[in-house]
């Protein structure tokens, strides 16, 4: 029905800025609020950013707001999360999620579809 391919991780230094994607398929891509989630080493997994199916409503974990940036472009099927002055605790293995609603929400189990995830890791 929906699939998720992220792309963008990599190896950085502190302060540095990094830009996923996540490229979705078929054409109800607009109806579903997105979500990116992180999975930091030894830890569970925990939210960071989810975006309305509109795009005009986000919300962010307090951990990254300020520094992050989710934005979709509908037309392109394609979220984004802009990472700006990572820190080595930003080091995670990062998913991009869908959920069946219009709404934004941060609880994991809204989700109903996931990428592979993209690996981040943060040098000091």
């Known amino acids: 029905q929906v699939q998720l391919v992220e792309s963008g991780g990599g190896l950085v230094q502190a302060g540095d800025s990094l830009r996923l994607s996540c490229a979705a398929s078929g054409r109800t891509f607009s109806s579903f609020a997105m979500g990116w989630f992180r999975q930091p080493p030894g830890k569970e997994r925990e939210f960071v950013a989810t975006?309305?199916?509109?795009?005009?409503?986000?919300a962010y974990a307090d951990s990254v707001k300020g520094r992050f940036t989710i934005s979709r472009d509908n037309a392109k099927n394609t979220v984004y999360l802009q990472m700006n002055s990572l820190k080595p605790e930003d080091t995670a293995v990062y998913y991009c999620?869908?959920?069946?609603?219009?709404?934004?929400?941060?609880?994991?189990?809204?989700?109903?579809?996931w990428g592979q995830g993209t690996q981040v890791t943060v040098s000091s």
């Open positions: 999620a869908a959920a069946r609603q219009a709404g934004t929400t941060a609880r994991l189990d809204a989700y109903d579809y």
């Open positions: 975006i309305s199916w509109s795009g005009t409503i986000t």
